[in-house]
């Protein structure tokens, strides 16, 4: 069984940085992509990131190139993304995604705030 846990969320101010976390379990993780999407109030949800799995390859969604970075840690089955330069519009509950065997999985999401 699938399991995506996100950690790291929280209230930051404009400008301010976020490491989020996702720790994943059920599957190879070495084995998969994954990415993140965020969802802000009364939006669809919507991409962020992509990791690939041997961390060769990273895409972004244009709202985010250069100030996000998606990175893996293999051996410990958890994919990160550190978040700078915040901005209002950033906030959202965030999620770790990844599509296993065909099915994609997500976990409960994260909320970052950011707000002065």
């Known amino acids: 069984q699938v399991q995506l846990v996100e950690f790291g969320g929280g209230l930051v101010q404009p400008g301010g940085s976020l490491r989020l976390s996702c720790a994943a379990s059920g599957f190879t993780f070495s084995n998969y992509a994954m990415s993140w999407y965020r969802q802000a109030p009364g939006k669809e949800r919507e991409y962020v990131a992509t990791?690939?799995?041997?961390?060769?390859?990273?895409n972004y969604a244009d709202s985010v190139r250069g100030r996000f970075t998606i990175s893996r840690d293999n051996a410990k089955n958890t994919v990160y993304m550190q978040m700078n330069s915040l901005k209002p519009e950033d906030t959202a509950v965030y999620y770790c995604?990844?599509?296993?065997?065909?099915?994609?999985?997500w976990g409960q999401g994260t909320q970052v705030t950011v707000s002065s």
């Open positions: 990791i690939t799995r041997a961390s060769g390859s990273t």
């Open positions: 995604s990844a599509m296993v065997r065909g099915v994609r999985s």
